[in-house]
């Protein structure tokens, strides 16, 4: 699949092979762009903006709301594709495609709603007789860099609020899984004018390093790693940037829990994407006093997963990205087995599978908690006390998104309003999420907020605009 640059298709001397991880098999080609093809796009972002702008916020909506039908009527290729690309249950994919329609949706909704305000300047010294309003307009270029894990829902997080707003946008996808983004890509050039929309496939390194150090982008949206995301921060100069840099997330257990609910939050949140999930669930810190009952009935509910090829409807814990990112998670859960903690279930790869496992007597200052795995894992931490649960808590350099199970709002709200998190959920786990929700993270979670209202006052600029009445 070649890459959209201006509204023409760009292929490489360079290819590199896009895999399935469940079976190894090559789906498609792609080119390795280097900085000579990210200047044309570049360029070509630049050129279309005048376009875009002269465009009204009516027609800007009508068209996203088009781009929406058109994912509508693609949905069960592009869901195929997502799995056979990432190794995601196709239920799952199907789920990424419904939030990704209604993602759209809102973008489109939002465009018509950009507005400024009118700002009392006779309030300030000599300001009498002035009349002044706002106007929020548009950046200029999006460069938008995104992950394998939720390719596609990701990616229009970015771009659909960034066209919503009159931005053009370039878009690199990840490497391991750019196809379903570059098949959406093709589809929002239909509606809108050459160079809206530009993608460019590439390594980071290079790619992703020139976008971000380039004079001639104004916002950089990055979801990613955190070195990455400071390399980012610090490369980046006067451009506006949001930083998705992902999370350690914990769910608290208290004693006076539903107990079958949050072993539902875990199973949804540790084991979603086969635990490929910036907000899922990676830490499990439960009261002493319920600890045991709510272990066993864990344990029960994991076993009843079914990890088979992700295209099988009745699969319900699919491959992990690569067999290298396996081979990770295999290391990390060895490594905590070596400092005393024990597999309750599961613990065992297969290539790029890494069956569902529960982990007890696990302690924070172990790397399978204290750094953030990416894989299906539930690491069980006891504690004593609500006081012991808030702090184990807040023990790590995240902060994105944080659960706690409790009937009591004395407890709820204490976690409600201590645990760092940028979302904490009652009777909830972390991974709920809804896509007009504020979206981001304290702490090395990152900087900014995602989310179509957020992400568009991100995206846009405020000028001021005096009359002189006197």
């Given at each position: ?201 590439g390594y980071g390194s290079e790619i992703g390093d020139y976008l971000v150090t380039s004079p001639n982008i ?14 980012i921060s610090q490369k980046a100069g006067m451009k506006k940037v949001t930083l998705e840099l992902g999370g ?122 204290v750094n953030e795995t990416f894989g299906p894992i539930a690491p069980i931490i006891h504690v004593n006390s ?85």
């Amino acid at each position: 699949m070649d890459m959209l640059i201006g509204g023409k298709h760009i292929s490489s001397d360079d290819l590199q092979e896009v895999k399935n991880p469940y079976d190894g098999e090559i789906i498609d080609n792609i080119p390795i762009a280097h900085r000579q093809t990210a200047d044309l796009a570049i360029k070509e972002a630049n050129d279309a903006k005048e376009g875009l702008v002269e465009m009204s916020a009516f027609k800007v909506s009508n068209k996203l709301f088009n781009v929406c039908e058109k994912l509508k009527d693609n949905k069960m290729d592009l869901a195929q594709l997502l799995t056979m690309e990432v190794g995601k249950p196709i239920n799952e994919s199907l789920v990424e495609l419904d939030r990704s329609i209604e993602t759209l949706k809102l973008a489109a909704e939002e465009a018509k709603r950009i507005y400024g305000e009118s700002v009392p300047l006779d309030a300030g010294l000599n300001g009498k007789g002035f009349f002044a309003f706002t106007q929020r307009v548009p950046l200029g270029v999006v460069a938008a860099i995104t992950p394998f894990n939720y390719p596609l829902n990701l990616t229009i997080h970015k771009i659909a609020p960034a066209i919503a707003c009159k931005n053009t946008v370039i878009i690199k996808p990840p490497t391991e899984a750019p196809l379903t983004v570059m098949k959406f890509a093709e589809i929002l050039n239909e509606e809108f004018p050459d160079g809206v929309i530009n993608t460019v496939t590439g390594y980071g390194s290079e790619i992703g390093d020139y976008l971000v150090t380039s004079p001639n982008i104004d916002k950089i949206s990055f979801t990613g790693s955190v070195t990455t995301g400071l390399m980012i921060s610090q490369k980046a100069g006067m451009k506006k940037v949001t930083l998705e840099l992902g999370g350690n997330d914990p769910l608290v257990v208290l004693k006076d829990a539903d107990i079958d609910k949050a072993v539902r939050g875990v199973i949804n949140g540790a084991f979603l994407n086969a635990g490929q999930v910036c907000m899922g669930v990676k830490r499990i810190i439960v009261e002493d006093e319920i600890a045991s009952e709510f272990t066993r009935k864990l344990v029960d509910a994991t076993d009843r997963l079914v990890m088979g090829n992700p295209l099988d409807e009745n699969t319900t814990l699919g491959t992990l990205i690569s067999e290298k990112a396996a081979m990770q998670v295999e290391e990390a859960v060895n490594n905590a087995v070596n400092d005393g903690a024990n597999i309750l279930t599961g613990g065992v790869r297969d290539g790029a599978f890494y069956e569902a496992t529960v982990i007890d007597n696990v302690t924070q200052d172990m790397d399978l908690v204290v750094n953030e795995t990416f894989g299906p894992i539930a690491p069980i931490i006891h504690v004593n006390s609500l006081d012991e649960a808030i702090e184990v808590a807040n023990d790590t350099e995240y902060g994105l998104q944080a659960g706690v199970f409790t009937n009591d709002y004395y407890s709820a709200m204490r976690c409600a309003n201590e645990i760092e998190a940028g979302t904490v959920f009652v009777n909830k786990q972390s991974t709920f999420r809804t896509d007009n929700m504020p979206f981001g993270g304290f702490k090395n979670s990152g900087v900014g907020k995602e989310g179509i209202k957020y992400a568009v006052s991100e995206m846009t600029k405020t000028k001021l605009i005096g009359l002189n009445l006197r």
